[in-house]
């Protein structure tokens, strides 16, 4: 098995070293699709230049398969910068060569990473026909970050889910995977995606498929001072097939479940029987291993038992028996094989009426897999992270192969099941790695996912990083050149009680002006080179400002700490 995976990934590594990814090839068209999509971009002083217009030549190549109009795909774009800003209504352009030329002519605007208010401000325009925004269609919105913010992110996010928008999170830097998982709409695998800026392209046809997977909700809902429930169903619905399936919606509706089905509204009639009958055997929570019965209360303790049959439905032979008592209205069976047809037979044994038997039939779902995340991070120039997600009991080992680009030698690491990180030590310097995490589990069966790694150069950090007092309020910060092919600096400021700011320098800029900095406050002051494969590592230091207001009689206290 070992030596399989060896040699698979050692032709992984040659067909990597020796082929370009290729140009994706024309689409085709995409109509019959409502809805408001929405683009949340990083315009801030974090983000680079060319991070931008990658960005942007992303955010085309998802959308141009796409017909635009009132009964369409709208889309728009609110930039995250010091102060949010939308780029245009939802309904200002309505065909894909308008569009294409909007989204070219967009503009980076720099400033802090206000995430958190850019969100606040997504969900006010995606529910405002004064923006453009329609009554009744899926609401989406997809958010590019680098991983930074300025500001908290775990409320607005949940406000928007709270409002029916389907959050995707495209990350391009270093985020943390417990917060951008949480900020996502679940499930995570296929509402989160991290991904090198040059490697977007891999990743667009599956968001694409995922948003179009975005397109009908059915509620289950009550009517105050009512006990009769109704199905109501979200938009996109014809008027006529609302008022068919989903009377008396003009009363306030609370919704008490909400149920995902598939987009055909021919099958909206079986979907309202299975909603709505709660007289019968049915079955809820469906995993790959277990599922949740549920039924009617029809006996009680003293009044009977009930027997369960149940075994799958393409081998008879493999039936199970078991006695349920008479006060339980529900149970769960598991330990169920995936992707298997259950046969299920609940027979009501009474001592007082006879009630007829009740039957179902569940399917379970594919087996949980891992990993669907493989994140790198504490890159160094001779070692780096790897991670992984989810962790199942179902694993038992996972193997971690990496090898660098070209080459086809390969390192093996093993892994016990109950982790999900390891660090890789004694690599090259400034070397481009491809890492394999295969998870093995205790039914024999394997899944692997890759990711790039790169490691750092030699001593790629800022050697010295000094202050120099300006003015009552203002620093200068001044930095020696960082070794090798230095693209640009990164230069992130905490003002402690106060705003945070970022900026992006070109590499022959290496001193820049800090204000909000009066007299008695502090800050902490990070840069960091940036280079062709990636970040370096970052020099900080705290400054603290003594009181006084002569700049002349300004004395500064650091401390150092690498990052």
């Known amino acids: 098995m070992l030596a399989k995976a060896v040699l698979s990934l050692g032709l992984w590594l040659r067909l990597a070293a020796g082929q370009d990814t290729p140009e994706p090839g024309p689409q085709p068209s995409i109509s019959n699709t409502k809805g408001d999509l929405l683009f949340l971009l990083d315009s801030s002083a974090s983000v680079s230049h060319y991070e931008f217009s990658r960005v942007k030549e992303f955010m085309w190549d998802l959308l141009h398969p796409f017909t635009f109009g009132p009964g369409d795909i709208q889309t728009s774009i609110i930039h995250i910068s010091t102060t949010p800003t939308m780029e245009f209504p939802f309904d200002q352009y309505q065909t894909s060569g308008t569009l294409r030329e909007a989204i070219r002519a967009t503009r980076q605007l720099m400033g802090d990473t206000n995430t958190g208010r850019a969100l606040s401000l997504a969900k006010e325009k995606l529910l405002s026909s004064q923006a453009g925004a329609r009554p009744g269609v899926p609401k989406v919105l997809v958010w590019v970050t680098d991983g930074f913010s300025s500001d908290d992110i775990s409320e607005p996010t949940r406000l928007l889910k709270d409002a029916g928008v389907t959050v995707f999170i495209v990350s391009t830097g270093r985020g943390s995977f417990l917060q951008l998982s949480a900020a996502a709409s679940a499930p995570a695998d296929t509402h989160l995606h991290f991904v ?133 209205t529900s149970l769960v069976l598991s330990d169920l094989t995936p992707e298997t047809t259950y046969e299920v037979a609940l027979i009501p044994e009474s001592n007082v009426h006879y009630f007829p038997p009740q039957s179902t039939r569940v399917t379970t779902l594919a087996e949980e897999i891992s990993p669907v995340q493989v994140l790198i991070s504490d890159s160094g120039p001779r070692s780096f992270h790897v991670s992984w997600a989810p962790v199942l009991d179902s694993v038992a080992s996972y193997q971690v192969l990496y090898g660098p680009l070209p080459g086809n030698s390969v390192q093996v690491l ?109 800050g902490r002051v990070c840069v960091q080179p940036v280079y062709s494969g990636q970040p370096g590592r970052s020099l900080c230091r705290t400054v603290h400002r003594p009181p006084g207001t002569e700049a002349q009689g300004y004395r500064h206290t650091e401390s150092d700490r690498l990052q």
């Open 414 to 522: 093993q892994v016990d099941g109950r982790h999900n990180s390891t660090l890789v030590e004694q690599l090259a310097p400034n070397t481009t790695y491809l890492v394999t995490v295969t998870a093995v589990y205790r039914s024999g069966k394997e899944r692997s996912l890759s990711a790039k790694a790169c490691t750092q150069e030699e001593g790629s950090q800022v050697p010295h990083l000094r202050f120099e007092a300006m003015g009552p309020s203002t620093l200068r910060a001044s930095w020696d050149a960082a070794p090798g092919a230095v693209r640009g600096y990164r230069l992130r400021c905490r003002r402690r009680g106060g705003r945070s700011s970022a900026l992006s320098v070109p590499p022959q800029v290496r001193s820049v002006l800090l204000g909000e900095l009066p007299p008695g406050s502090s």
């Open 196 to 328: 090198d800026v040059d490697d977007l392209p891999i990743i667009t046809p599956q968001l694409r498929a995922a948003i179009l997977e975005e397109h009908l909700h059915v509620f289950l809902c009550h009517f105050p001072g009512s006990r009769n429930k109704v199905l109501c169903v979200s938009a996109p619905l014809e008027e006529q097939r609302t008022a068919e399936f989903c009377p008396n919606l003009a009363q306030k509706a609370t919704p008490v479940r909400r149920v995902k089905q598939q987009r055909e509204l021919g099958e909206l009639p079986s979907i309202t029987r299975d909603v709505l009958q709660a007289s019968r055997l049915h079955a809820t929570d469906v995993t790959s291993s277990s599922f949740r019965l549920l039924w009617p209360k029809l006996l009680s303790q003293e009044t009977g038992y009930y027997s369960l049959e149940y075994g799958p439905r393409a081998d008879p032979a493999g039936k199970r028996t078991q006695q349920v008592s008479g006060a339980l």
